[in-house]
Structure formats: C-alpha cells, structure tokens
C-alpha cells in the first residue's frame, strides 16, 4: 500500500472499483482540507482510468461513513479571523458539485453516522445506500451555521416540508426516512454489505448507472418510509410557512406531543442559523442546479464563519461541550432583515466559480 493510501484518505483500485475510503475511524471520519483534496485527486486518477467502472465511498471503522467536517480547526481559524472557511468551503463545494456530475456510477455506503460534510461526499452520489445502522443528520443550526454542502438543494427536494422540518430541527434521518427524505435510494441491511462491495467491484467495464441500480436493489429491502415519514402530513401543516414566527406559532397552537417537543428543540437552535435556513431552503426550491444552491451558501457560510454565533455555537457543542450557547440575539423575533442581508449579497471575485 503506498504512502497516500495509508494517510487520512485510502485511494486503490478493487477489481473494476475506484474505492475511496475516509480513515479516520476515531474521529468518525471527520474530513479536513487535506482529505477533499485527497478525494479529488483520487477521482482525477479514477475518472481517467477506463480499467475502472465504478466508484465507491466507504468509511473506516465501524461507527460511521463520517460525522462531518472538522469543525475544532474551523473554530480555531474563525477565532482568529483567518481564512480556513473561505478555503475549505471553496474546495469543498466545489468537490460536491463534482461528485453530482461524476460521468461513472459512484456509489455511497452511507452507514452508521452520516453527517454534515459526510453527507455532502454522498448524497450527492448517483447511488446512495443507507443500511439499518444509519444515522443521517444535518444539524448545523446547532452551531450557528446552516445546512451546507449543498444541502438546501437536497433538503428543498424532500416531500413537503420534510425538508424544511429536518433542516431545522436538525433531527436524525434513519434508512428509510433517509430514503423518502430523497437523501438515499436504497437501504440494504449491513450485514449484506460486503456481498454487495463484492458484486460492485467486480462489475464489467462499461457498466451504465441502471445497471448498478439493478445490482443494489437485489441486495435491498424496499423499505422507504420510516418513523419521521408517518407524520408527513402534521409535518407539512406545520412548517409550510415561510417565517420562522409562523412556524413557531403554528407548533404552539397545535400542542401536541411532538409538536412541543419539536418546539423544545428548535429552542436550542441559534435563532439567527434558523431564519437564515429558513431563507435559504425557500430559495433553493427555486434553484435550477445543485451549483446555484451552492454559490448561494458559500456567499451565507463567509459570512457566518465571521459571525459570533457559529464560535458560540462550536464552542457549546464541540469545544467545551456545556450545551449551553448564548445566541446572538437570543430570539427569533430580534433577527432583522439588515441581520439576514448579509448571509445573500455577492462577495465580488471571491464567488464559488465551477469549471
């Protein structure tokens, strides 16, 4: 095994499969610069090889595909105002965008803990396999951030107000509600996993994207609706608002279990993450492409790199870990249209640009 294959980012040829795999079992497969650099390379190196016909994402150790970005140097970098998020948020976007037009089928195992940046390595895959272990997630409200690497583009694509409710609740997906949330297609149990990575790396060259379909959904349950789906309907009543007060108010008046427990919730949310949020999922159902959603929260996530309330939001969660942030400000009501501005003007010739 080469010196790259034994670092953070595993990169080999399997059979006819270009797999990648994320190795920091640790730390969950957290992904830092380095790592999406890696990734891309690996991907030049497989897209260029016609020995290989399909690529497969898998995460080392046995507790997840990745629990997302690395946010302690995120931290550290926007502590000192630097410039590690205007970096990192580039390539990764970028990277993203790439993955969603890769011209060979490119298969996620999307396993165990799915989040944040790790979602943004998979969902956007043309083929997405969850697993009775998986625990998708976005839940970057809870550091004063939004859902990012394109995931205003995918969450606005839910069923109704799926999106919007796990956009900001910030609420775990498991296989088939990942399934009908359209972040995943397939769940197929995990114990017949590497019968599958088997099967996949030994497919023939010139191996279309419906074939790969047919070959995973041998192995697949079927299932498509899991527990969040069963209240699609109270879910869409809910949340079809496009102000954060009116959803508010529309929880309290319906009193129900889940509605106070949703509102205990998103009471623990940064109030300004949520109606930026709010913003940005309601204009990426508008969106014609994955790209524009992500020009749009690179624009919003400059912003919040400089903003108090995502090292409020770190420090809480990650840092200290006393779950006790202090927003700024502290209510949903005192979030100004001249606070929100920000987060959507242009930022001139440092805009994401695709090749």
Same mark, same amino acid.
């Given at each position: ?14 059979? #006819?499969?270009? &797999? ?6 640790? =730390?969950?497969?957290? *992904?830092? !610069?380095?790592? $999406?650099? +890696? ?86 895959? #043309?083929?997405? &396999? ?6 998708? =997630?976005?839940?970057? *409200?809870? !550091?004063?951030? $939004?859902? +990012? ?207």
């Amino acid at each position: 095994m080469s010196a790259m294959e034994e670092g953070d980012v595993v990169a080999r040829v399997e059979g #006819s499969a270009g &797999v990648i795999r994320l190795n920091r079992p640790k =730390a969950i497969n957290a *992904v830092t !610069l380095e790592m $999406f650099r +890696d990734i891309d390379k690996a991907l030049d190196r497989f897209e260029a090889d016609p020995a290989v016909a399909v690529i497969l994402l898998e995460g080392a150790g046995e507790r997840g595909l990745c629990a997302g970005g690395d946010i302690r140097t995120l931290w550290e970098s926007s502590k000192v105002y630097g410039d590690l998020g205007k970096i990192l948020w580039r390539e990764e976007y970028i990277l993203n965008a790439r993955i969603k037009k890769f011209p060979k089928p490119y298969v996620a195992f999307m396993d165990g803990i799915v989040m944040g940046g790790g979602v943004g390595l998979s969902a956007h895959a #043309s083929h997405r &396999v969850v697993t009775d272990r998986t625990k998708l =997630a976005m839940p970057e *409200v809870g !550091l004063g951030f $939004f859902p +990012d690497v394109g995931g205003t583009f995918l969450l606005s694509r839910s069923p109704g107000e799926i999106g919007t409710y796990f956009g900001l609740t910030g609420q775990t997906m498991n296989g088939p509600d990942a399934v009908h949330a359209k972040f995943a297609d397939a769940v197929v149990p995990a114990a017949k996993w590497p019968e599958l990575r088997e099967a996949l790396t030994k497919v023939s060259q010139g191996t279309t994207a419906a074939d790969v379909s047919k070959l995973i959904n041998g192995f697949a349950t079927g299932d498509a609706a899991g527990p969040v789906a069963t209240k699609q309907a109270m879910i869409d009543a809910l949340f079809g608002h496009d102000r954060m007060e009116d959803i508010v108010a529309a929880l309290k008046r319906d009193g129900s279990e889940f509605a106070q427990a949703t509102l205990k919730t998103l009471s623990e949310k940064s109030p300004r993450g949520m109606v930026v949020t709010l913003k940005l999922l309601r204009l990426a159902r508008t969106a014609s492409s994955l790209e524009e959603c992500l020009v749009r929260e690179y624009r919003a996530a400059c912003e919040v790199f400089r903003s108090d309330d995502f090292r409020e939001g770190v420090r809480a969660a990650v840092i200290d870990k006393d779950r006790n942030p202090t927003w700024s400000p502290p209510r949903i009501e005192d979030v100004t249209p001249e606070m929100l501005a920000p987060y959507l003007a242009e930022i001139g010739a440092n805009e994401l640009k695709f090749s």
